[in-house]
């Protein structure tokens, strides 16, 4: 059983100096200082990096991820992603210091806890490294649903507001970062990372919720090629694909589902509709596990 405790090496988000932490105060040596709030996260995402007053999931969204996560939907995902997070990142990790990993864009926090919780069963996690977990997101609603859910006394991870555009973390201090249906800053993850460190990206597949999309749209878009990318900085590592049907009982699932996606905003009013007027829905769920080594 690992220990599992939040990750520490911040930075200041207006000048990237290092961070440190007194009583619930974050401050850099320039003085600039932040503080916990009392629901366990904080901000640093300054008014300048801000493009819009509430960027980011909107609260309903974030509410509709967490009920449809909640309930399990999308375990398999998470279980593919902290298995490679254990078998590959903790591969090169040095012995004794704890494996650090950023979710970039973590929503509510599902992954992590999940990352967390398989950390804490000893036979995921056969060498007990310890864990410590950052979770960051640009929607102060996601991240303070995260913190919620959190123990305040024992915190699993540290729950900041931020882009990826800048991510307030110290340069070369992550051993892993997961980009999930999310934004990815390339220059960024790559700067935080160590060398050898491992870039999870989770996107959508080809086939991902077609059935949902069918319904929505009068013709679907032709399939994104496949292709693995080159990034700089990185090499390939490993994809993986996983892929399996999901049965949806309930307007409310279909629903959930709808609000936590691009299409709900994509969609015509009529494709809406046809989706709200569904008491069942049969998916594929069909993600991507790409996985780069920062080199
Ligand atoms: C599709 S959601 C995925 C959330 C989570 N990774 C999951 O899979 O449950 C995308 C998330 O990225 C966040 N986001 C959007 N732009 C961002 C940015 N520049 N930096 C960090 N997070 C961002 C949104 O607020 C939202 O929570
Ligand atoms: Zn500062």
Known sequence: MSIITPFQALACPLDGEPLALTGSVWRCAAGHSFDIAKQGYVNLLPVQHKRSHDPGDSKAMVAARQRFLGAGYYQPIADAVSDAVFSHAGSQHPTNE????????CGEGYYLRQLAHAGQLANAAPNSLPLSLIGLDISKWAVLAAAKQDNKQAPLSSWVVGSNAHIPV??????????MFGFPVLIEFARVLRTGGLLLQVEAGPNHLRELREVIYPTLKPERSTETEVLEGFIHHSSERVSYPLALNGSDAIADLLAMTPHLYRASA???ARAAALEMLSVTVDARIVIYTRI
Do not use: F, N, Y
């Open 170 to 179: 110290q340069t070369e201090t992550l051993d892993s970062v997961l980009c």
């Open 98 to 105: 704890p494996l650090s990993c950023l979710d970039a864009g």
């Open 270 to 272: 009529e494709g809406r």
